[in-house]
């Protein structure tokens, strides 16, 4: 099993620029999430995905959407990147929502 | 929502020693899971150890182990016999009824020769 992969591993970003940050994983988990990670601070939650077809919003959901039309993927759209939105992301997966999150490498953004 | 709070920013370790990591944590549910993760200077997060807030014995993963104490609301992580290896950040972090991780801020462990 490849795990939780991400791509891309880094990516810069113009202001308003619009991206996709692709998450997959390949252990047939039903949970999944994407976290944001700034200096200083732990991990901030963003969206997460109890199984395809279901989304919800976490503690930082402004300025991203997801979707899940399938078990392996979970994509995190920026549709309009700010500043802001400079960070590294981590997307995780879990058997269900109760079980140990494991994470993927992690995509660091700059947007400038 | 739920807070997680690691007061110590970074810690320093003399190889072969011990080192207590403080998490404590303020929830009102009656359920809930704490975990511990590693990320090393490499960028990755690592899971290294899980309790349940039901669980009658700490738990304990190789040299990692978890001193809950579930009135104190803390779950502190213990390492035992440190390494170069161990040099990283150390995330603590709880899922409560909503299932949601919320994280602290980590602290950054340095293991010296």
């Known amino acids: 099993n490849a795990g939780v992969t991400q791509t891309p591993k880094f990516q810069v970003l113009k202001t308003g620029q619009s991206m996709t940050l692709q998450c997959a994983q390949d252990?047939?988990?039903?949970?999944m999430s994407w976290y944001r990670q700034d200096p200083g601070m732990g991990l901030r939650l963003i969206h997460y995905?109890?199984?395809?077809?279901?989304?919800d919003q976490g503690e930082v959901p402004n300025g991203y959407n997801v979707s899940r039309s399938t078990t392996e993927d979970f994509p995190l759209r920026l549709l309009s990147a700010a500043p802001s939105q400079t960070s590294v992301y981590f997307c995780a997966s879990s058997e269900d929502r109760e079980e140990t999150q494991y994470f993927g490498p992690g995509t660091r953004l700059l947007v400038l | 929502a739920q807070k997680i709070t690691q007061t110590q920013p970074g810690m320093f370790v003399q190889e072969k020693e011990a080192v207590t990591l403080d998490c404590t944590y303020d929830t009102s549910d009656p359920s809930y899971g704490l975990f511990w993760y590693k990320q090393p200077s490499s960028g990755e997060m690592i899971f290294l150890i899980y309790q349940g807030s039901y669980d009658q014995q700490n738990a304990t993963e190789g040299r990692y182990s978890l001193n809950f104490q579930k009135a104190r609301k803390s779950a502190n992580l213990v390492i035992s016999a440190s390494q170069l290896g161990d040099s990283a950040m150390y995330f603590c972090a709880m899922r409560g009824n909503d299932y949601k991780l919320s994280f602290g801020a980590g602290t950054t462990v340095t293991v010296r020769a």
């Open positions: 995905s109890v199984g395809a077809g279901i989304t």
């Open positions: 252990m047939n988990h039903e949970y």
